[in-house]
Structure formats: C-alpha cells, structure tokens
C-alpha cells in the first residue's frame, strides 16, 4: 500500500500551470494505451525507445530531496527505487513503457500458483551473481532470506504485514526462518500460504523485497539495530554504490544529504537481464532549490531532474523546451475524502449530491490542467489492470458522474432525497474540512461547493505531512472532508489500491488509517473477499473493476484527478521514463544521444 510514501513524494503541479496548460492536449498530441493525450512534441514512456541511443558515459543527476533509505528490506520511497532497481535484481519487474504485465526479472519464469491459490513456485534464474565481496551465484536461498529479514525488526519493512504475512509463519516471524518461505533446491523457491491469495503475494514480488541478500554476508549487519546492511550492501542489477576496499557504501557512494554515486556491477551478466544498461555511471548530487536545478536541466549537458520539476520549470520547459519535457501517465489519483463513519456524509445520497455539485474541471485545472491531470471519473486509475473494464475514460454512467463541470440540478435531486425537500441542507453542525495548502484552490473549491448546498464549513490547510499525519489518518478526529488526498499503487493489481483504500477490514483507530473515507460496506468487503483469491489477470481485472462500480454506486469518495507526471531532461539525455514509477527516469535503460 502505497499511501505513506510513494503516493505523497510526487510533488504537486498545479496553480502557476492551469492557466497555461489547462488547454494543452486537445489536438495533435500522443494517445497512449489508456486513452489519455499527451500534447504534441511532449515525450511519454509508453513512447520512448528501450535502446540505448549510444553506450557509455557519465549521467549527470540532480535531486532536490534527500533519499530515505538505500537498503532494498527498508526502501518504500520513489526516489529509493530509482536507484534500487539499478543495483538490484527484484524476482519480477515491469519494462518501463507498460504496467500491463509482469516480467521475470530474478526469476526466469512466472510464478506458478497451485489450484487452490495456496502454493507459489518460483524458478530462480542461472548466472546471476553478486557484485563484490561476495561474487558467487544467486540462490534461492538468498531470496529467502531477503523476504524473511522484511520481518526483522531492525530492518523494519514498511509493506511486509501488508502483502507477505499469509505465508505460514510469517505472521509472528522476527527475522529468522519462516516455515512457509521453502528452498527444494539451490534454484527453486516455494511460499506456502495460509490463505488464497497467491494472486496478489505473487504480484507483490516486484517489489524490492524480494531482490537476493546473501545471508552468510548480510546477517551481521541485520542483527544491528538498525539494520546496517544498506551500508555495505552487494548488488546483483547492472549497476552497484560505489564502495571503499572494505566495501562500504555510506561516505562513498552514498554521502547523506551530498550524493549517490552508481558503477557498473563487474559481475552483471547481460545474458540474463531485460535491461540493456547503457551507462557506464551515474552521478547523482543531493540538494539545491528546484527552480534553479530544474532550469540547469533544461540548460544544461548530460542532466536530468530525479525528484519531479517545480510548476515554473514544468511551464519553462512546456513553453520553450517541449522536447526536453516527459509526461507519464499512471501517475496516481487524487480524490475528495468523505466520512462514511461519522457525520452527514454516511448519508449515501448526500455524497451524491456533493459528487453531482462539485466542478471536477475546475478541480483538475488547480492542480494543472490536462497536461499533468485528467478528470477522474472512477477510482482504478489509468494503467492498473481494471481500468477499462471499469469504464475507461468515461466511467460508469450514473448521474451525478455525467456532467464534470458540476450539475446543482442533480445535486438537488439527491439533497432532497436525502431527506431536505428544499434542495439543501438544513442540517446542525460545521462540516469541517482538511486539505493541504501546496494547492489550496482545490480544497478551497470543494468547501465552496459545500457551501452551495447549504452546509456550514469550516476549511483548515495545512502541510501535506500533517493533512496526512494529524487528521486524514486518525481516526478520533472525526475529519468530515478531506479534499487533497491521493494514493499511487504499489503494482498494478487493482487490490493494491482499492482493496486498502475502500476495505472496511483495514480501518485502524491506533495508528494511520490508510482508508481516508473509513469505508466500511459491507457488500463491498465481501465482494473484496471474494475477490482477493482470483488468479488470472483479466479475471481479476473484472472482478476488481466491479468493486470499483460498486464503490461509485455508494459515492464512496469522489474522485476528481488522475494524475501525469512531468519530469525534464538536458537535450543531448535520450531519456526513459518508468510508468510505474509515475514516469521517474529509469537510469537502466536511459542514454546519452
């Protein structure tokens, strides 16, 4: 689940931008797989060739946001993954232009899943070996371990509870062997579960979790609290940290706050790896303020931003760099959070009629216009299995989602089935309202549509980590609305996403609630039940996209924004985006030109 990391480090566009890009992509553009336009002379990853333009050099990067954590047991951060998925070999992946399917990455095959959705086999491939000190060849055993230090308290990983904790054992593991994580031989991996859910712990090994760690070289690091391993780590992708003769990272490859320096993995085989791995290093200095480096980018030589660009620079180089510009799509949703649980909005048919009332056009133009948002009108997002079978671009055809603009007429409809003949709420109380002031129009737009229909509101905005922290999260606050939310997934399988946000079962009052509207059908949570043992992609796709129907039917939230992600390059960068990374470059398939 990606809500705590992932889904927040996209940095907002919006405000500066709609009044220049609110129009852009109306003719002449690129369409990519999911029916989305990207403007014409803009790049897009569903695009961008996946060969290298030339081989070698030095990619020059600069990131305005220090990374978080550099160990693949502890990293749930975009701007960890960037540098993750060079150095380390996941047991899948996804190529960088689709997040339609899976690829074997580790491994050399897809998993196989027995007929009763308990059991996952997995063959490791032949060839691979880690970087120095270690040098031999990978195992099975070696994933074992990784996937088993994701319980180690001292490495603490964020999204082991969450994906991994139905393999028999791992629900009271500490880091040592799990029962259900098995090793017949050197290269082959067996998950034994204690429920059906194959599906979604075998589409959870893209994750960087799963990448080998060597527990005869790891272990002493893993038992230091916390874990030191990120320091000193082995690496099995293209590229390794650079490291001092006792192979320590920290201080050389990674200098915290100053840089990350990657090299070629001595021991990488291409033979066995998808990515082609153009470059001989890239080089990465941490820090500046983002207007200046993004325009260094625009102007400059071998240069790409790794964190998104600020408003000005995406307007800069929409403007007068459009070549130099990449917009992916995929990049999340961001959707007005009602609460289902406590105050006016367990009202179905008043979370219709906000829904009905409120302008998603204007909405989508706070946060930039077409360039970097579509107007949402249902929760599977572009490029997540389920999005067509959903409805596509258009959505489900109900009322109060026909006319984005806003329609008080249907509003009313519903205020007054509601139970307020007058068409509007005569109800006691303050609606009270938390958004994040990085783009106050939005929630400011929402309390103002509230405010049509006869509600009494009060708007508070904040820091985003506080919206997060203090109020969308907890609980015993009794948020009624909350405007600026969004949520990125983890992978492309549906339940990664709707299965959190809108299940009932996942609703917690002691720590952060990931389930923002505290959605609590119980249709719904059985039809999740129902479906969480699926296996088959398109089986799963429409089973997931009729949960997806279901929530719109209930107006669970309102949904008003997919996202697009900007990012820029220097000219002679032949840049390529990841889509699953919200379009962040993939630096083992980028290329100098």
């Known amino acids: ?77 975009v701007g960890d993954y960037q540098l993750l998925y060079a150095a380390q070999r996941p047991l899948y992946g996804y190529k960088p232009n689709s997040l339609k399917q899976q690829v074997p990455d580790l491994a050399e095959s897809m998993p196989q899943i027995s007929s009763d959705a308990k059991t996952i086999t997995i063959h490791i491939r032949h060839g691979v070996h880690f970087s120095p000190p270690v040098n031999r060849e990978v195992t099975s055993a070696d994933v074992a371990y990784a996937l088993e230090r994701g319980a180690n308290p001292n490495v603490a990983n964020p999204y082991f509870s969450v994906y991994f904790s139905s393999i028999e054992g791992a629900e009271h593991a500490k880091g040592g062997p799990i029962p259900g994580i098995q090793t017949p031989d050197k290269y082959t991996l067996v998950l034994k579960l204690t429920t059906p859910t194959a599906a979604i712990v075998s589409q959870a090994l893209v994750l960087p979790l799963s990448a080998p760690v060597p527990q005869e070289y790891a272990k002493k690091y893993d038992e230091k609290t916390p874990s030191e391993y990120g320091n000193f780590q082995v690496a099995t992708g293209p590229y390794m940290f650079k490291a001092n003769a006792e192979h ?97 909005f367990t ?95 939005a929630p400011e737009i929402v309390e103002q549509t509230l405010k049509n229909l006869g509600f009494k509101t009060k708007l508070t905005l904040v820091e985003q980590s506080t919206m997060y922290g203090k109020y969308c999260t907890v609980v015993k606050e009794e948020i009624d609305v909350c405007p600026s939310v969004g949520w990125v997934s983890d992978f492309t399988d549906a339940q990664a996403f709707l299965g959190v946000a809108f299940n009932g079962k996942v609703i917690s009052t002691e720590g952060p ?81």
Request: charge should be negative.
């Open 347 to 441: 009202n179905v048919n008043l979370r219709k009629a906000l829904w009905a009332a409120l302008n998603r056009v204007a909405m989508n133009k706070a946060r930039g216009g077409e360039l970097v948002s579509n107007v949402a009108t249902h929760f599977i997002y572009p490029e997540l299995q389920g999005f067509e079978e959903a409805g596509g671009l258009t959505g489900p055809k109900v009322d109060y989602n026909e006319h984005p603009e806003g329609d008080m007429t249907v509003a009313e409809k519903y205020m007054k089935l509601a139970g307020y003949p007058s068409g509007k709420y005569t109800g006691s109380g303050t609606v009270q309202i938390v958004g994040s002031n990085d783009v106050p129009q």
């Open 1 to 77: 689940m990606t809500w705590a990391t992932r889904t927040f480090s996209l940095a907002a566009i919006g405000g500066a931008l709609a009044l220049v890009l609110s129009g852009c992509g109306s003719s002449g553009g690129t369409t990519v797989p999911s029916g989305l336009t990207i403007p014409a002379g803009v790049q897009t990853p569903a695009k961008q060739s996946q060969t290298c333009a030339t081989r070698g050099g030095t990619l020059n990067v600069l990131n305005h946001e220090e990374f978080e954590h550099i160990d693949p047991g502890e990293s749930y951060f």
């Open 248 to 344: 320590k990272v920290l201080g050389v490859g990674y200098e915290p706050g100053k840089s990350v320096t990657l090299v070629r993995n001595p021991n990488w085989n291409p033979s066995t790896d998808f990515r082609p791995a153009c470059l001989n290093q890239i080089s990465i200095k941490i820090g500046g303020e983002p207007n200046v480096i993004g325009r260094q980018v625009l102007a400059g030589s071998n240069l790409v931003q790794n964190d998104p660009p600020s408003r000005t620079v995406v307007q800069e180089a929409y403007e007068h760099h459009r070549s130099q510009l990449s917009v992916s799509p995929g990049a999340g949703i961001r959707y007005v959070a009602v609460n289902n649980a406590h105050g006016p």
């Open 513 to 593: 609630n990931p389930n923002f509207g505290q959605v609590n059908d119980p249709t719904i949570n059985k039809a999740m039940e129902q479906a969480e043992p699926i296996v088959g992609t398109s089986a799963r796709a429409n089973a997931w996209a009729a949960i997806d129907k279901e929530l719109v039917g209930i107006a669970a939230t309102v949904p008003y924004d997919w996202e697009k992600a900007p990012w820029v390059e220097s000219s002679d960068v032949a840049g390529v985006g990841n889509i699953w990374e919200g379009g962040a470059w993939d630096y083992s398939f980028t290329s100098l030109k």
